[in-house]
Nanobody
Framework: QVQLVESGGGLVQPGGSLRLSCAAS????????MGWCRQVPGKECELVAT???????NYRDSVKGRFIISRDNAKNTVDLQMNSLKPEDTAVYYC????????WGQGTPVTVSS
């Protein structure tokens, strides 16, 4: 089992920045890669960014150049730095860990509004 706890969401104006953090605990060695997805009401959670244990990253096209995913293997944390935020980035953001099972955090809301 893997437990994930997110922090860092909130309200920000368009053009602003937020940093989300995710702390993983439990069966860390079973994790192949980690990532963040975001969900708005009525839609599935869309994958925003992923990062492997060796630091290889992938991003959704709509966030490329604005979001940066990073991880600290010693601290078992994954962060998502979100810059130049847009109203369409508004969603609940979930931290994911991928092994034989996809694990989810509890989610942290991000609202981009003036």
């Amino acid at each position: 089992q893997v437990q994930l706890v997110e922090s860092g969401g909130g309200l920000v104006q368009p053009g602003g920045s937020l940093r989300l953090s995710c702390a993983a605990s439990g069966s860390i060695s079973s994790i192949n890669y980690m990532g963040w997805c975001r969900q708005v009401p009525g839609k599935e959670c869309e994958l925003v960014a992923t990062i492997t244990s060796d630091g290889t990253t992938n991003y959704r096209d709509s966030v490329k150049g604005r979001f940066i995913i990073s991880r600290d293997n010693a601290k078992n944390t994954v962060d998502l730095q979100m810059n130049s935020l847009k109203p369409e980035d508004t969603a609940v953001y979930y931290c994911n860990a991928f092994s034989m099972t996809k694990y989810w955090g509890q989610g942290t809301p991000v609202t981009v509004s003036s």
